[in-house]
């Protein structure tokens, strides 16, 4: 009879601490807010999670690349900005040195404002963000564009290269351009601003009035490239809101398998405790038992 009641008591002892294990484990949860503390909690939802963590992680990493790119874009959308005013000013001004009535002096006077115009196109060329040379392709450490003759150039000679800087923005290899490269656009306002400079200087008017053409075709060029930017600026926003998406049902998903319900954790922390008090006194009156019936 005494080994019958041993076995009861040994079994209800084990339940005991199951029974202790479990709130244990709920006390923790409550504690932590965390339903994962160790792999054998739930490793399907662990998985899971740190598939999830590392998703979020990359797409924090795109999100960054992004802003990197929305900067670079930004800040030679500003300097295009600046090179278009500059030809709208040296359009003006070859329309003025076209006009028949201009003595040659006047023209020359015109001729010197072209020649300080085209001196801050050059320092356009030659701008820097971050010691990096915006438009000098892959040689970011070297300002792309030299004169020939320092303040009076007869030729601004383009030492960069047609290098692609590129920034990967998404899933799937989703990449942006972030760089224009110097020679398309540059070298051919430097060409017709140092010509109208040469014309006016000549006060030579049929060529002057050519030169006010070959400006607003220059002009056109630099709206046609803010208007690429701009397209890549919208692809960079859109990539940007739909990694945010993305970030949030990441952020979800993981709280789904990792957090704790409170409410859920406060009734099983409840039942646990109820549980566990019941098989304490099992064990009480089976011990109480089994003495009886050894003093018998």
């Known amino acids: 009879m005494r080994i019958s009641h041993q076995s009861v008591a040994q079994r209800l002892m084990r339940e005991i601490a199951t029974g202790q294990q479990a709130l244990f484990e709920t006390q923790e949860q409550l504690a932590s807010g965390k339903k994962i503390s160790k792999p054998s909690d739930d490793p399907f939802g662990l998985s899971r999670t740190l598939a999830a963590r590392s998703d979020r992680d990359l797409s924090a990493q795109w999100q960054r690349n992004i802003t990197v790119a929305e900067d670079d874009l930004g800040l030679s959308e500003a300097l295009l ?23 040659g002096d006047a023209r020359q006077q015109i001729g010197l404002e072209i020649s300080r115009l085209l001196t801050e196109a050059v320092a356009i060329g030659n701008s820097s963000f971050g010691g990096r040379y915006l438009f000098a392709g892959h040689q970011t450490g070297t300002p792309p564009f030299v004169e020939d003759i320092p303040g009076a150039p007869t030729v601004v000679n383009y030492v960069g290269d047609a290098g692609s800087i590129e920034r990967e923005i998404g899933p799937g290899g989703e990449r942006i351009r972030v760089n224009i490269t110097g020679a398309g656009l540059f070298n051919g306002i430097y060409s017709t601003l140092i010509q109208l400079r040469d014309d006016l200087n000549a006060n030579d008017q049929a060529a002057v009035n050519l030169g006010s053409g070959a400006v607003s075709a220059d002009l056109d060029r630099v709206i046609e490239a803010r208007g690429d930017i701009g397209a890549k600026m919208r692809q960079a926003g859109v990539a940007r809101d739909r990694l945010e998406d993305g970030e949030l049902r990441l952020q979800s998903l993981i709280a789904g398998f990792e957090e704790a319900d409170l409410a859920e954790s406060l009734v099983d922390l409840q039942m646990r405790d109820t549980a566990l008090n019941a098989a304490l006194g099992a064990v009480a009156r089976t011990l109480n038992t089994s003495l009886l019936d050894f003093l018998r």
């Open 81 to 103: 900005g600046n090179l278009g005013d500059l030809l709208q000013r040296s359009q003006e001004l070859a329309t003025q040195g076209a006009n028949g009535a201009l003595t």
